[in-house]
């Protein structure tokens, strides 16, 4: 890093900063690496390796380390490989538009918050560099892993962990056409009290839409209960009209929320259903953090 100024890490991270002004959902960090590299290109230094890590170029590794003092800061978010900037981020963005002025403030602001930590707790910074690339090389994968599904499988899949959940699986569709349904559910064995939950999945990589959204309400009863299921995520425009919904429920869950309901309900999804999407912890210690 003695190459790299504290004035330099600042472009970077304002670089950064810049990219996710106009997402407020984020980006996935490998393409703000990519991006980044192309409005502010890496010097001759920052091009090379490691000695020691040949396959760490110093240029991601110092964006990388130099977003560490913005996170703990509260100006971004780091979740799975993906990148979000706050609203406090953006005023900081505005208020230090001196690239050494904004890269101490953050600095400042992680050593505020290094102190309030328990003796010993607080993150290596290197260590939180490797923690941040293997979280998001595993999430890449199980998204990847995901996209790539056979369709059956991912409905089955679905249905297994709705399983898992307690709910009773009544139908899951046959390979072709479904009308729009592909799982339905009960709350009971023999579907007599609580509302009927029909599901709709998508695996597909670009968000669901509100024609989407509205086709699925479309199906559904006012003693229905609606999933729709898309890895893409939806439009802000498919969230709004569900949120506008007063009589039809629909719950949409996107990658995020569905891997989330996989770990909480792993153990009790059938065995059939897990060898779809097998997973296992690696524990390790995560003081401060």
């Known amino acids: 890093m003695s190459k790299i100024t504290q004035r330099r890490q600042g472009e970077l991270v304002r670089g950064v900063f810049k990219l996710l002004l106009d997402h407020s959902e984020g980006l996935p960090a490998q393409e703000i690496l990519e991006k980044l590299g192309e409005i502010l290109p890496p010097t001759e230094f920052e091009k090379t390796t490691y000695p020691n890590h040949p396959d760490t170029r110093r240029y991601e590794h110092t964006v990388r380390f130099a977003t560490i003092g913005p996170t703990k800061a509260g100006w971004l978010i780091k979740d799975r490989g993906r990148w979000t900037l706050t609203e406090t981020g953006r005023r900081a963005y505005q208020e230090f538009p001196d690239p ?28 939180a560099t490797t923690m941040e690339g293997a979280e998001e090389a595993a999430w890449a994968e199980i998204e990847e892993f995901l996209k790539a599904m056979n369709p059956y499988d991912f409905q089955q ?7 898992g959940m307690g709910y009773h699986i009544q139908w899951v569709a046959p390979p072709g056409r479904d009308g729009g349904i592909d799982i339905i559910a009960n709350s ?71 891997f989330d309901l996989w770990v909480e309900h792993y153990n009790r999804v059938p065995e059939s259903a897990r060898r779809l999407l097998p997973i296992r912890p690696i524990y390790f210690l995560d003081l401060g953090r």
């Open 100 to 127: 050494e002025q904004f890269i101490k403030e953050a600095g400042r602001l992680y050593r505020q918050w290094a102190a309030g930590q328990s003796e010993g707790a607080e993150d290596s910074p290197d260590a």
């Open 157 to 163: 899949l679905i249905a297994g962990l709705l399983q």
């Open 188 to 258: 009971d064995p023999l579907g007599i009290r609580g509302p009927r939950i029909k599901v709709q999945v998508k695996r597909r990589s670009e968000k669901a839409a509100i024609d989407s959204v509205r086709s699925l309400l479309a199906l559904l009863s006012e003693s229905d209960v609606g999933i729709f299921v898309a890895i893409g995520g939806f439009t802000r425009e498919a969230e709004e009209e569900v949120r506008r919904q007063e009589r039809r429920r629909l719950i949409l869950i996107d990658l995020q929320r569905l």
